[in-house]
């Protein structure tokens, strides 16, 4: 099993959520983040002040998946929640050593 974090704009979410979906994913994590990277952040006018807004508003999709899709979801999440532009995100794959349905009792694959 391997777990994949991906940080992706905001506005991309129901895109990639419907791609992944179609792609057979039936559950993920999602979570409002901030942070930067090369974007750096920006400067936004409000109010008539002009500030420097250095974390950026981004989503952190996690999903927990058989190793035999990891590959197609990896390369669905990246077309999908490309924009061309910077700060698209990033996307992380990582060894899962166990997972364990809380409900059943059934452990990794069959938890997934």
Known sequence: MKLIIA????????????ALTEAGVRGMMVT???????????????????YQVNFVPKIKLELVV?????DQLVE??????QTG??????????DVQQ????RTGE?????L
Request: charged content about 30%; proline content about 2%; aromatic content about 6%.
């Open 32 to 50: 409002e983040i901030k942070g930067f990277g090369s974007q750096s952040g920006h400067t936004e006018i409000y109010r008539g002040a002009e």
């Open 66 to 70: 058989a190793d035999a899709v990891v």
């Open 107 to 111: 452990t990794n694959d069959d938890a």
């Open 7 to 18: 940080t992706i704009k905001p506005f991309k979410l129901e895109e990639v959520r419907e």
């Open 85 to 94: 532009k910077i700060g698209d995100g990033k996307i992380f794959v990582m």
């Open 76 to 81: 669905t999440i990246a077309r999908t929640a």
């Open 99 to 102: 997972a364990i349905r809380v």
